[in-house]
């Protein structure tokens, strides 16, 4: 019986760790291949890493390529940053307001306007991207890091959230607060956000990816080198045709590119899994 039940437990073990290996072994062929050089690349790539990890690590992230005008990697990191950055927190902001005042304010139409938020579901921003360009380039936020976010910023989708959550909230919560002389305000900060911590950070998570991956708009709204983020950077780096690819530092790039929402991931993986799971209130 016992041994029976060791090989139950060794089997999902082992689907898990083969998993794993999946995944993990073209990450790892591609922090080998921006160790090596780009005629070692070429001529077939080994399995151990090469002795010119830091050199191919330093010309990415300070000296840029030509492919990208000369912008550096670590510029078009930070743009990407700061983009995503923008987008979370802005998305957060204002869903958290809006779903706060559908849920505890009561005026005309109200659900009304809830449900128009809710099938703004149906228009991303690839469905509305002619006139949302035309609105952007006439405001003058053409090439601009304004241009970038403002656009991506709304979010149908945290509002549902933050709603479904602030619905939980009991009524007696609600009515010892206006006891105490707290008004919305007050109630908004002391108690409803810091219920809501496990489901921001879980949010936030979700948002910032979502802000970091961006392509069609990034692509669209910027001219000029210097506000080129590290998707589109990663797709000028690939040569087309005849041009040459520099593959060591496009895969030190593309390294560079995974770690910033990868570190997100670790650093609030408690909260972003406590957010999706948690259901005590």
């Known amino acids: 019986m016992e041994r029976r039940r060791a090989a139950q437990d060794l089997l999902p073990h082992l689907i898990l760790w083969g998993g794993i290996a999946i995944v993990a072994f073209p990450i790892y062929m591609t922090f080998v291949a921006s160790s090596l050089t780009q ?56 869903s958290l307001l809006s779903a706060y005042a559908v849920v505890f304010f009561r005026f005309p139409l109200r659900m009304t306007v809830f449900w128009m938020i809710f099938v703004t579901l149906m228009l991303p921003v690839e469905v509305r991207i002619v006139p949302t360009y035309q609105v952007v380039a006439e405001l003058g936020m053409i090439d601009s890091m304004a241009g970038l976010t403002i656009p991506l910023i709304a979010s149908a989708t945290a509002t549902l959230l933050f709603r479904q959550f602030f619905l939980t909230i009991p009524d007696e919560l609600v009515e010892a607060a206006k006891i105490d002389g707290a008004g919305p305000l007050r109630f908004l900060v002391d108690t409803v956000v810091p219920l809501s911590r496990t489901n921001l950070a879980a949010l936030f998570v979700i948002l910032f990816i979502y802000g970091w991956n961006q392509f069609l708009w990034p692509l669209l709204i910027t001219n000029s080198p210097k506000m080129t983020t590290i998707v589109i950077g990663l797709t000028q780096m690939i040569g087309l045709g005849e041009g040459r690819t520099d593959w060591d530092i496009v895969m030190a790039t593309t390294l560079l590119a995974m770690l910033p929402p990868a570190l997100i991931v670790l650093l609030m993986q408690r909260w972003f899994v406590k957010g999706l799971v948690e259901s005590e209130k």
Do not use: C, Q
């Open 39 to 94: 005629e070692d690349i070429l001529a077939g790539m080994p399995l151990l890493p090469g002795p010119h990890l830091v050199a191919n690590y330093r010309e990415a992230l300070f000296r840029g390529v030509v492919a990208t005008s000369g912008i550096s990697v670590l510029r078009m990191l930070w743009n990407s940053l700061v983009m995503a950055l923008i987008i979370a927190v802005g998305k957060i902001f204002i």
